[in-house]
């Protein structure tokens, strides 16, 4: 078949992403957890970029070969920048280093604040998408935190007193944990010296100081909560923060008996882990031992699936996927994770296709996963192209185009390369003992935003699996 065939099969297939939605409504109550913060947003252009290079006397030697994945003073912002700008990656360094926030603050600026934190991103999604109930962890919510959440009934926080109120009205007097997103497009490009960057696809550096999420501070409030309601999903993120030099890794073995406890009250709940970009090793090697065995579910993107490959060992591996990023190569790593993990179920979004791997015994069928990723497609391309999820009509903005070529060509060789051609058609395959269901997915061209898009693939696509 060639691709407008292709295209109208899967057309037809995503004709059911409004039931789903539907069914999406009927779910009774989810939790999100642990971070949740104030994103300030800013577009940086390579000239902008080049200035900012010459000013603070940064030279084409120290852009090339970029090693640095973490700050050593304020100024590598920009060496970071450089690195994801030039190669089209995402990354989020963290900082405990007051000086790097008053620098980006004076250097870098905003064009506009947001919600940030994937327990926040999940938890306006969540609610936008009509979960009767979604209860989101903040453990700093003053109002101008509130401001970010959705003026929505039934998206809810802890006020100052412990009371379960709608999160937009809620105003704890506490000091707002602020992160900066800095965003760059496609094909953009400067010069340095005799070098010219260009940028190979659109994408963002995050700069983190939140002294909160990076001791994982608990709200007490939401700890009880858990501990004598039921929730059907608990979407948990906000590891990546962490620093072993921050006595991170007792605050992950501390974490695991909460988590266990509120599965123990509530033994049907499925457990998500969102891995996010983890800088120190030491912290995503716990988040791997500690947090991953405790969950039933794992989503993760090209970026986060190379971290694991190195911290695993598997250096070959992610050498090769580095060199050649494609889905063949990327199912290579999914199929290791899966078997190295023990977890039920793992998603890889990558560009244009996302995959998941489960267990036969995971709660939800592989057609189930199917439908939930192409809900997840039109919702994190309707963001994309939107800019921003504000009202519930706005999910399906992109609702009847075209999955993309570059899905549906990736796809294809996937196929191929597991000689499974029902793949291609169904989107479903088996492999040994598990199941993989796999989407082309719907590509926004010039997105306004990518902030929090990994986060809405992975949520979406759980909750929307039904």
Same mark, same amino acid.
């Given at each position: ?72 003073? #304020? ?95 809620? *105003? ?54 858990? =501990? ?100 063949? =190569? ?32 995971? #709660? ?19 963001? *994309? *192209? ?53 989407? #082309? ?26």
């Amino acid at each position: 078949m060639d691709t407008k065939q292709l295209q109208s099969v899967w057309a037809k297939k995503y004709q059911v992403v409004p039931k789903q939605l539907e069914k999406v409504k009927k779910i009774s109550a989810v939790a999100t957890a642990f971070n949740t913060n104030i994103d300030a947003v800013v577009k940086i252009s390579g000239k902008q970029l080049k200035k900012l290079l010459e000013r603070h006397k940064i030279s084409e030697t120290e852009l090339q070969n970029i090693k640095l994945t973490s700050f050593r003073e #304020p100024k590598d912002a920009l060496i970071a920048i450089v690195k994801c700008f030039s190669r089209g990656i995402a990354e989020e360094w963290t900082t405990a280093d007051i000086s790097v926030y008053e620098w980006l603050k004076q250097e870098i600026g905003y064009d506009r604040l947001q919600m940030g934190g994937q327990g926040g991103i999940i938890a306006n999604a969540m609610a936008l998408l009509g979960i009767k109930k979604v209860i989101t962890h903040t453990n700093s919510h003053p109002e101008l935190q509130a401001k970010q959440f959705l003026d929505l009934d039934n998206l809810l926080a802890f006020d100052v007193n412990g009371q379960l109120k709608k999160a937009a009205a809620i *105003a704890r007097n506490e000091p707002p944990m602020i992160h900066w997103i800095i965003e760059f497009d496609k094909g953009d490009n400067f010069s340095l010296g005799d070098k010219t960057f260009v940028c190979p696809k659109s994408n963002r550096f995050i700069a983190t100081y939140d002294p909160l999420n990076m001791n994982l501070a608990v709200n007490q409030h939401f700890k009880t909560y858990l =501990n004598s309601h039921k929730v059907s999903y608990l979407l948990l993120s906000g590891f990546h923060p962490l620093l072993k030099e921050n006595n991170g890794l007792k605050l992950i073995k501390d974490i695991v008996p909460v988590i266990k406890k509120w599965q123990k009250a509530n033994p049907k709940m499925i457990v998500h882990l969102e891995v996010a970009s983890t800088q120190d090793k030491a912290i995503r090697k716990a988040i791997i031992d500690d947090i991953a065995p405790i969950s039933q579910s794992i989503g993760l993107n090209e970026r986060e699936t190379l971290d694991l490959l190195n911290v695993l060992g598997k250096k070959a591996l992610s050498q090769k996927i580095e060199k050649e990023m494609t889905a063949s =190569n990327l199912f290579e790593a999914l199929l290791f994770l899966k078997n190295r993990l023990k977890t039920p179920r793992i998603q890889l979004h990558m560009f244009g296709l996302y995959m998941t791997l489960q267990d036969s015994s995971f #709660p939800r069928s592989a057609d189930d996963n199917l439908k939930g990723m192409m809900t997840a497609s039109v919702v994190a391309s309707s963001k *994309a *192209a939107k800019g921003a999820l504000i009202h519930s009509k706005d999910v399906t903005t992109t609702l009847g185009q075209s999955v993309s070529e570059v899905g549906l060509k990736e796809l294809t060789a996937l196929a191929e390369k597991l000689k499974a051609p029902e793949l291609i058609k169904t989107g479903i395959c088996t492999v040994g003992d598990y199941t993989l269901s796999a989407t #082309p997915t719907i590509l926004v061209e010039k997105p306004k935003t990518l902030v929090g898009m990994g986060d809405t693939i992975s949520s979406v696509s759980l909750i929307g699996g039904r």
